[in-house]
């Protein structure tokens, strides 16, 4: 069948559509087209998203983005058998635009619409390499218990999956999550918007011993996260040395303070992370791993995560999705669209898909 999906819960306006087949436990996808309208420029100099702005930019570009989208796909409206649309959570204003544009699209067109939880669509983000790949690669199979840890701007969380669609979630931030992390820290050092990928750059070139950083709860018994206490420890490590932000027009010699700074910050993040991760898939015996979200882009998340898997838990398998579609797309909604329809093969009833701050997994 073929999907149209929405994606519009934070700062990137996104539409796909994808071509879905098989069942559950053998789904095969090909991504026909994947257009994101990224709204960085905007947010950029305030440091974060501004969501009565990130609203008015979803509703200027939803439309062009709509018809990008379907020009590269080569489809046209009547193709489309199924619209699947981010219900949340995110930024309620955002959302609405999104979804009104899937219920008026589903209204006018008599096509089913799915409200699609964005987490599901981070999990589902896993099943879509094969676009990358001239002839499809297998799955590797998901197999049950299974551990997702999704880590982005909004949340971070390790989820336990007991079967398709049985989440549940056993350890979750307290207070910012690791994307918002690197966000802030970026800001302090001086860095543009998002953090993530900035620091991830400079960290290349820094020592991540150089810095001593704390590793928040990573001996507490239980799988929760927190991150404010290291992004303050790099304020007073700052403040300490009188270290100003970092002026955007140079370019930072290896090994120097700024370098170090960034690589001891995402050392000290990875390692909470893959520490956390591991015990929960030790003690829950778990058969697969996945990652989610934006900060699942993260080279040194995805290569000490994946040495460590190989290494303690030798039996199971990781499954990580391309690092593009780690960030917000309408492909993962897509997908999660597919896995909900065969679950139920029935349409929301579009006048009551709205957008709840609250939504959870579980
Ligand atoms: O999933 P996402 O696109 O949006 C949310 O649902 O929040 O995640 C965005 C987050 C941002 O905080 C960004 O800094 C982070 O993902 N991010 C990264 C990397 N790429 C994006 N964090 C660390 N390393 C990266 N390479
Ligand atoms: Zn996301």
Request: glycine share 8%; aromatic share 8%; charged share 25%.
């Amino acid at each position: 069948m073929i999907i149209l999906g929405i994606e519009t819960s934070c700062d990137d306006t996104a539409c796909a559509i994808i071509q879905a087949s098989g069942q559950i436990k053998n789904p095969k996808f090909k991504i026909l087209a994947n257009v994101v309208s990224s709204q960085i420029k905007i947010h950029e100099k305030f440091g974060g998203i501004v969501p009565s702005l990130a609203a008015r930019t979803h509703w200027k570009n939803i439309i062009p983005v709509m018809d990008q989208t379907f020009k590269k796909a080569k489809k046209k409206f009547q193709d489309i058998n199924l619209i699947s649309v981010t219900k949340g959570p995110g930024l309620p204003p955002s959302l609405v635009s999104g979804l009104n544009t899937g219920r008026l699209l589903s209204f006018i067109f008599k096509k089913p619409i799915l409200g699609i939880n964005h987490l599901e669509g981070h999990i589902w983000a896993n099943f879509l390499y094969e676009v990358y790949e001239a002839k499809p690669r297998k799955h590797k199979e998901l197999k049950f218990p299974a551990l997702v840890l999704i880590v982005s701007g909004g949340h971070t969380e390790l989820i336990l999956m007991k079967n398709h669609g049985q989440y549940k979630i056993i350890g979750q931030t307290r207070d910012d999550a690791a994307g918002e992390a690197f966000d802030k820290t970026a800001r302090m050092l001086g860095l543009g918007f998002p953090g993530g990928p900035e620091i991830a750059k400079l960290a290349k070139i820094g020592d991540p011993t150089a810095f001593e950083l704390p590793r928040p709860m990573i001996k507490s018994k239980n799988y929760d996260f927190s991150f404010s206490g290291l992004k303050t420890a790099v304020l007073y490590l700052l403040q300490n040395l009188k270290i100003k932000p970092m002026s955007r027009d140079i370019n930072p010699t290896p090994h120097t303070i700024y370098p170090n700074l960034a690589a001891s910050f995402e050392q000290a993040v990875v390692d909470v992370l893959v520490s956390k991760t591991i015990r929960a898939g030790l003690s829950f015996k778990v058969k697969t791993i996945l990652i989610g979200g934006g900060v699942a882009a993260n080279q040194k998340l995805r290569e000490t995560l994946k040495s460590k898997i190989e290494k303690e838990l030798p039996k199971t398998v990781w499954l990580f999705p391309e690092p593009k579609l780690t960030t917000d797309n309408g492909a993962m909604i897509a997908a999660a669209g597919y896995f909900n329809w065969l679950k139920k093969k029935k349409s929301d009833d579009v006048l009551k898909l709205e957008p709840d701050a609250n939504l959870r997994l579980e």
